[in-house]
C-alpha cells in the first residue's frame, strides 16, 4: 500500500472526498489519554476550543445556536435570513457571546456599520466567491470598517490573491458538497472536499497569503473534520453535524411517532420562497437534543484521532503527512455493520 503525503494527494488523479482518504498512524504515540490532546486555535484573533464554525444557514445558526456554540469554544455565525440580523440588534437575550454574522451582496450599510461597531465578524454568504460583486463587496466593507471578513465559497485556489487583496481574511472552501446542496447536479461546477482544500492550501503556502481557510461541506463525523484538519484546515464549517439540535431555529416536528426538525439549503425553494433557479433542498433530520451532546461527541472524536495520530495540538494535527487513498470495498469494511 502506498501512503501518499499533501503533495501526492493534489496530485493524485481523481478529485477525492473525505470518504476517499484516511489517516495513517506513522510514529509511536506518547499521548496516554485522549483528554491530553489540546483541541484550541485561534481563528481571526478569536480564541475557540474546537476548530468547528456552524454554517449561516437559517435552519442551522439563529441567535441561540450561536450564544450556545460559543459557550462551547466554538464559533456560531448567525444567518442573514428574515429578520434575523434586525432581530440580533434588538435582541433582549445575552448576546455578548455572538462573535459573527452573515451579510448578503445587498445588505444595508446600515446594518453593517452596526455590526462593526460590535466587533462582529463579517461573513459575506454567497455561493460563488469567484465573482467581482463579492469582491467589490469585500473591498467597501473593508475600506469603512475594522473588521474581519469571511467570504466564500470557491472549490479551488486560482483566485485566492484576488480575495486577498479584496480584504478578505478566511474563505470558506467548498462548492456543491453539502448534504442538501444541489449546485454540483444543476451547474456541474465542483470537485471533492479534500482536492478543493488542498488546491487552495497549497496556493497560500506557494504564495505566502496571509489568509485562513475554512472547509465547508462534507463533513459527516468527527473523523472527517480530523482528516480537513490535517489536509490544511484552519477550522471547519457544519451544517447537517449540527441540524436537528434544541438550538437550531424552527418547531420540533412530531411524526410518525418520531421528533424531527427541518434542515434546508440556503437556494432551497423554502429560504428563497420563489420561482427561480433552485440549487438546494429542504429535508428532516431526526431531533437530536441539545448541540452540547454533537459538540461533545465531535470533540471527543477529533482528541482520539489526535492521539492516534500522536498529536498534543491541532497544530501537530496540521503537520501529519500520512494518507491513505482507500477503494470502495476499504471504505466499506470500515462502516459499522447492523
Known amino acids: 500500500m502506498k ?12 478529485s477525492l472526498t473525505f470518504d476517499d482518504v484516511s489517516l495513517v498512524p506513522a510514529q509511536i504515540s506518547e499521548i496516554r489519554s485522549r483528554m491530553e490532546a489540546n483541541t484550541k486555535t485561534k481563528f481571526l484573533e ?5 476548530p468547528v464554525l456552524s454554517s449561516p444557514m437559517d435552519s442551522v445558526t439563529g441567535i441561540k445556536m450561536a450564544v450556545e456554540l460559543s459557550k462551547f469554544g466554538c464559533l456560531g455565525i448567525v444567518n442573514r435570513f428574515g429578520s434575523s440580523l434586525e432581530e440580533l440588534l434588538k435582541s433582549n437575550e445575552d448576546t455578548s ?3 459573527a454574522v452573515s451579510v ?3 445588505t444595508e450599510e446600515s446594518l453593517i456599520q452596526q455590526f462593526a461597531e460590535r466587533n462582529y465578524i463579517i461573513c459575506i454568504d454567497t455561493a460563488n466567491a469567484s465573482n467581482k460583486a463579492v469582491l ?5 466593507i473593508k475600506s469603512k470598517h475594522d473588521v474581519k471578513i469571511i467570504v466564500g465559497n470557491i472549490a479551488q485556489g486560482s483566485i485566492l490573491k484576488d480575495l486577498v487583496n479584496a480584504g478578505a481574511d478566511a474563505v470558506r472552501i467548498g462548492i456543491g458538497g453539502g448534504s442538501v446542496c444541489t449546485t454540483s447536479i444543476q451547474t456541474g461546477i465542483g470537485i471533492g472536499q479534500v482536492s478543493s482544500l488542498l488546491d487552495v ?7 505566502k497569503l496571509n489568509i485562513e481557510l475554512i472547509a465547508d461541506g462534507g463533513i459527516k463525523s468527527p473523523g472527517d473534520i480530523a482528516k480537513a484538519i490535517a489536509l490544511g484546515a484552519d477550522v471547519v464549517m457544519l451544517g447537517r453535524m449540527l441540524a436537528g439540535t434544541k438550538e437550531t431555529p424552527g418547531e420540533v416536528i412530531k411524526y410518525n411517532d418520531q421528533l424531527w426538525k427541518k434542515y434546508r439549503g440556503s437556494a432551497s425553494f423554502g429560504v428563497k420562497m420563489k420561482n427561480e433557479f433552485i440549487e438546494g433542498e429542504e429535508t ?14 465531535i470533540s471527543d472524536g477529533l482528541r482520539s484521532s489526535m492521539s492516534y495520530m500522536n498529536c498534543f495540538t491541532l497544530d501537530d494535527l496540521r503537520q501529519i503527512n500520512s494518507f491513505a487513498v482507500l477503494s470502495n470495498s476499504s471504505y466499506l469494511e470500515r462502516l459499522p455493520k447492523k
Open 104 to 106: 448578503a451582496l445587498n
Open 201 to 207: 492550501y497549497f496556493k497560500r503556502e506557494e504564495q
Open 97 to 99: 457571546y455572538i462573535k
Open 136 to 140: 467589490n463587496k469585500c473591498e467597501q
Open 284 to 297: 428532516m433530520i431526526p431531533y437530536r437534543g441539545t448541540v452540547k451532546n454533537v459538540i461533545d461527541a
Open 3 to 14: 501512503i501518499y503525503n499533501k503533495e501526492e494527494l493534489n496530485d493524485y488523479q481523481l
Open 46 to 50: 478569536r480564541e475557540l476550543g474546537l
